[in-house]
């Protein structure tokens, strides 16, 4: 998942018109927060965020309705109304429309991001018939190679092709079975292309793409998405304890052997700091956040949930602030990330990320009445006060009842005296 999408959309309206792949998001490290709000933009009614969402409208709605169907709360039909209105008629979703009323043309600039994260959102709340629509046009802009570009008709990258595989799962159709017309080429197909051998610098990953020269080049960002789509995940995952997890980098045959692979590059890459760093020129010594959650997810989901402690706990102490700036989709990553990594996202180094996640969106239809426990049933602490405080007033009850019993036996054996 890549809070890069504002500024991936950004570069998008820039060539618009163009087939080839936004320079600007070509090496897949740009990460960008949402746009600032802007006083000429009309926020419309059932959106989440008050940044302006020209560049991220749909990713940061679709992110916002998982995280809050993946912890049990029902979102605000206002909100799944309006994702819902953002589609094209060719099942397609642009980044953002502000005239959702009229019809899409060829200069609407659709692209595969957006739509897949709607697919995943809308297939998780039961409206079938939109997502499948939007599969659809998915599965109408393949590319030879098997893979997806962000825009229709840009080359594939890992985080595009790792997303779309996502989206047709949840959107009940099986990856293995989506061929290119032209090479009847698979989306594993694509991926095994832009996995790094284990020989190579940064070994066992993935590329975003390859360079000007055809070199694959190790990207932390892609490699998580690689990692998800390798494996046949969505964005929702839950924790479990019984993946089978990797043990050395392997020459990967599958689109499974490559997930594994990335994931022990990602376990590697964790190990020095416990988070992982900006790779965008100029800011390689400051934290990622997102793809750090990112890692995170990729790997519990290759059975290397062990090797996730620190980076569980940097996040805990770190990604409030940054969730702040960001806005609702940094804070449905965080509650994704700590329900797949099994951390109460209730409670997420004191921060109640479902009730920060609320706050950005229309108030939700219903939220769980279990608020104050954890996704598998653990009594948060303040349950546990409020249960101790009313029982020690009732003991306290108790024995005020029995002192006042006590004194009227005494003052009645005195009468009969």
């Not at 070509?26 to 560049?55: F, N």
């Not at 698979?186 to 070994?203: I, V």
């Not at 006060?385 to 036996?409: E, H, K, P, T, Y």
């Amino acid at each position: 998942m890549k809070i890069r999408r504002a500024a991936a959309a950004l570069a998008v309206t820039a060539v618009l018109g163009s087939a080839s792949a936004p320079a600007a998001f070509a090496d897949g490290a740009v990460r960008a927060a949402s746009p600032s709000p802007s006083s000429s933009v009309a926020l419309p009614a059932g959106l989440y965020g008050s940044g302006d969402p020209t560049y991220d409208g749909v990713w940061r709605q679709s992110l916002a309705l998982l995280a809050q169907d993946a912890v049990g709360v029902t979102p605000a039909p206002s909100a799944v109304r309006w994702l819902g209105d953002q589609q094209c008629a060719d099942g397609g979703f642009a980044a953002y429309r502000a005239q959702p009323a009229t019809a899409c043309d060829a200069k609407t600039p659709v692209d595969t991001n957006s739509t897949a994260a709607a697919v995943q959102a809308l297939s998780a709340l039961g409206r079938g018939s939109e997502a499948k629509k939007a599969v659809e046009w998915l599965r109408s802009v393949q590319n030879a190679d098997g893979g997806w570009g962000y825009l229709p008709g840009a080359p594939s990258d890992t985080n595009s092709t790792g997303l779309v595989v996502g989206a047709l799962l949840s959107g009940g159709t099986a990856p293995s079975g989506v061929r290119s017309k032209e090479k009847g080429a698979t989306p594993e197909q694509a991926l095994l292309k832009l996995a790094l051998p284990c020989s190579a610098e940064g070994g066992g990953a993935f590329a975003y793409q390859p360079d000007k020269k055809g070199n694959l080049v190790a990207n932390d960002d892609a490699t998580a998405a690689g990692v998800l789509g390798g494996l046949g995940l969505t964005l929702v995952l839950a924790p479990a304890a019984d993946r089978d997890a990797p043990g050395t980098c392997v020459k990967a045959r599958t689109g499974a052997d490559a997930a594994r692979n990335g994931a022990l590059h990602l376990a590697e890459a964790l190990a020095a700091d416990g988070h992982l760093s900006s790779s965008m020129p100029g800011a390689e010594d400051q934290p990622d956040h997102g793809t750090t959650a990112d890692a995170v997810v990729a790997l519990t989901a290759a059975g290397l949930g062990d090797r996730t402690e620190r980076a569980v706990a940097w996040l805990e102490r770190e990604s409030a602030g940054w969730a702040e700036r960001t806005g609702p989709a940094a804070w449905a990553q965080l509650v994704l990330t700590a329900h797949a990594a099994g951390a109460d996202p209730r409670d997420f180094g004191s921060t109640d990320l479902v009730a920060q996640l609320n706050a950005t969106g229309p108030e939700p239809a219903s939220v769980p009445e279990a608020a104050g426990e954890d996704p598998h049933g653990a009594k948060s602490d303040d349950g546990w006060f409020s249960w101790n405080l009313l029982s020690g007033l009732l003991l306290a009850l108790g024995l005020a009842a029995a002192g006042v019993a006590a004194r009227f036996l005494v003052l009645r054996a005195r009468r009969r005296r």
